[in-house]
């Protein structure tokens, strides 16, 4: 099964090309991380991991997209790509939480143990969920919720490792984790929850709330 990835939701944006197993583990055939503040050049980026893994677009089977949360713009940047492919091509589709991409690329890392996976929800909020790392599982034992700042510098003077995209900034203590498109791609060969493309949704746990603007007022 040959996997494109797209792992949108952090300031490192990147694309991956998995391949199918070899002993065992989904091999990375080609990664391509783009730093910055936006999203410049997504489909410039497919196309490179697509020329790296020696492969052309009609052989990708499945696109997997992390859903964040993190940054709306670039989460929703790489849910329309998967979309639009699945109507040209019928591809397969996955989504998967990033903050599990997170807690799987901490545990590739070496770290073991409780670690609180946080992330930056602006307003002087935090992304935060809980997993317990070995070095042959990973489990969830709080799902993602939001919370304040006061809560997750808790969570460190309690011991918790703290890790995700951007928690230095906050929490010097904290250790930078992002989530990448190679280890997105290694999480979704071994998943065959595919999703329809119009249900994929960026993972975003405020409730969104509208102004309606007032009516325009007309000058006599």
Known sequence: MKILALEFS???RSVAVVQPPIEGRPQVEAEVVETGTTATKPLGMI????REAKLEREQIEVLAVGLGPGSYTGIRTAIALAQGWQLARGVK?????SAECIAAEAQAEGIFGQVAVVIDAQRGEFYLSLYELGPADRREVEALKLASGAEVQARLEAGMQLIGPE????FPHGRQVLPLAGMLGRLAADRNNFVAGETLEPIYLRQTTFVKAPPVMRLS
Do not use: C, F, K, R
């Open 10 to 12: 952090s300031p490192e």
């Open 47 to 50: 196309e490179e991991a697509l």
């Open 93 to 97: 589709l996955l989504g998967i939480s």
């Open 167 to 170: 928690v230095t900034v906050s």
